[in-house]
């Protein structure tokens, strides 16, 4: 059974840094692409990164530059470190599996960029 299990959110101040992690079990983790996305109060769920069994990354030109994806296999976690972090980053941000014939989900983490 795939589980996904994201942490690392939190409140933090416009302009602070925080680092999420989506711990990954059930699933040969080092042969999977996995992905993040964030949903916002009343908006639609929109994609932020993803980073390939291989490692290459790719990120929302929205957020290039202030959000960087990376995985650690030993550990079948993928992380999403956000610098320069802005209220409108607000959102409950979660970790994406997709594979040919399933997509899975974690619960989701919060984050909240406010003073």
């Known amino acids: 059974q795939v589980q996904l299990v994201e942490s690392g959110g939190g409140l933090v101040q416009p302009g602070g840094s925080l680092r999420l992690s989506c711990a990954a079990s059930g699933i040969i983790f080092r042969l999977h692409a996995m992905g993040w996305y964030r949903q916002a109060p009343g908006k639609q769920r929109e994609w932020v990164g993803t980073i390939t069994s291989g490692a290459s990354t790719n990120v929302a030109d929205s957020l290039k530059g202030r959000f960087t994806v990376s995985r650690d296999n030993a550990k079948n976690t993928v992380y999403l470190q956000m610098n320069s972090l802005k209220p409108e980053d607000t959102a409950v941000y979660f970790c994406?599996?997709?594979?040919?014939?399933?997509?899975?989900w974690g619960r989701g983490t919060q984050v909240t960029v406010s003073s």
């Open positions: 994406n599996l997709a594979t040919s014939t399933n997509a899975y």
